[in-house]
């Protein structure tokens, strides 16, 4: 009665992981109507740090914002960005386990408002800097992340014809960096073509119940 009670958890909480990656996966391939207003950076990062200020608080990292007065707006859609920066965030503080320091830093150019969140966390090794945003890449423990969170960042950011990039030094934390134009001012260049979703598995499935493999 225990294993199949412990079974049916496990049942429970894959089938959770697996709505989550099609969801994530949904949301980048999904063409969505975009509600694009002047926004205010700064209150979307105040909003998203709010969501995830528990648990940054819990792990005693201390955050600290650099918002210069008189930011340009950025022509957006809110809800699109901020899921941008809560996933970035959120990130950041899971690289701190043990506590550390993140840093909002906002900087702007005239043409362009650049967001920096940085950690001072585990950072990222050299060799996988390149992979961040590709699919389903994590650094994460298996179970903890889909590695679907940049790459559906990445795409949001490219369609608002802006750019995201990542510094990283293993055991010194990473930056990653947000560059957005701002409002009325024309893209420089189109952006770089998105990462393609390319799938090659096989699964192997062995059971001696021949119910089960017919149904599979």
Request: aromatic share 4%; hydrophobic share 40%; with cysteine.
């Amino acid at each position: 009665q225990t294993e199949i009670v412990e079974l049916l958890h496990d049942l429970e909480k894959q089938s959770h992981r697996a709505r989550t990656i099609v969801l994530n996966l949904l949301d980048f391939v999904r063409v969505k109507p975009s509600r694009r207003v002047k926004s205010q950076i700064p209150t979307l990062l105040d909003e998203s740090l709010r969501l995830v200020g528990h648990q940054a608080s819990l792990q005693a990292i201390r955050v600290e914002k650099e918002f210069p007065p008189g930011l340009p707006e950025v022509l957006a859609d809110p809800a699109q960005l901020q899921q941008v920066f809560v996933n970035v965030i959120l990130n950041a503080v899971q690289a701190m386990p043990k506590g550390g320091t993140l840093t909002l830093r906002l900087r702007a150019d005239g043409s362009h408002l650049t967001t920096a969140v940085q950690d001072t966390g585990m950072g990222i090794p050299e060799d996988q800097l390149a992979k961040v945003f590709d699919p389903f890449f994590t650094t994460k423990e298996v179970g903890q992340g889909t590695g679907l969170g940049l790459f559906v960042s990445y795409g949001i950011i490219q369609r608002h014809g802006g750019e995201i990039r990542v510094e990283s030094v293993p055991d010194r934390g990473s930056t990653f960096t947000i560059c957005l134009p701002a409002a009325g001012k024309p893209v420089a260049a189109p952006p770089e073509p998105l990462p393609e979703i390319t799938f090659a598995a096989r699964v192997l499935v062995i059971d001696d119940e021949e119910d089960v493999l017919e149904t599979l």
